[in-house]
């Protein structure tokens, strides 16, 4: 099992910037790949940026450009760097592990969520 922390959220002006770490525990951690997620208050959790075991990243289409995923796996850290933040931006973020099913990458169903963090943007 791996267990998951995630900090560096915070308030900031819109237009700003925050760099979200997420620390895993585990001797598997390069074996996964792994992605952030966000919930905003009232909404269902979505996945923003993914990487895989090999670094290759995708993104939500409306946070390309803006958000930068990366890892270091020597560190069992993964990083979501957030630059020109917007007020729609808002919501507590999660770091999971991901599986392919063929189609999508998913959270697997037998792991557990950690705390999150809080990011809000202000206008």
């Known amino acids: 099992q791996v267990q998951l922390v995630e900090s560096g959220g915070g308030l900031v002006q819109a237009g700003g910037s925050l760099r979200l770490s997420c620390a895993a525990s585990?001797?598997?951690?390069?074996?996964?790949?792994m992605g952030w997620y966000r919930q905003p208050p009232g909404k269902q959790r979505e996945l923003v940026a993914m990487i895989t075991t090999d670094r290759s990243t995708n993104y939500l289409d409306s946070v390309k450009g803006r958000f930068s995923i990366s890892r270091d796996n020597a560190k069992n850290t993964v990083y979501l760097q957030m630059n020109s933040l917007k007020p729609e931006d808002t919501a507590v973020y999660y770091c999971s592990r991901l599986n392919y099913d063929g189609r999508r990458w998913l959270h697997p169903p037998g792991d557990s969520w950690g705390q999150g963090t809080q990011v809000t943007v202000s206008s």
């Open positions: 585990g001797r598997t951690f390069s074996s996964y790949a």
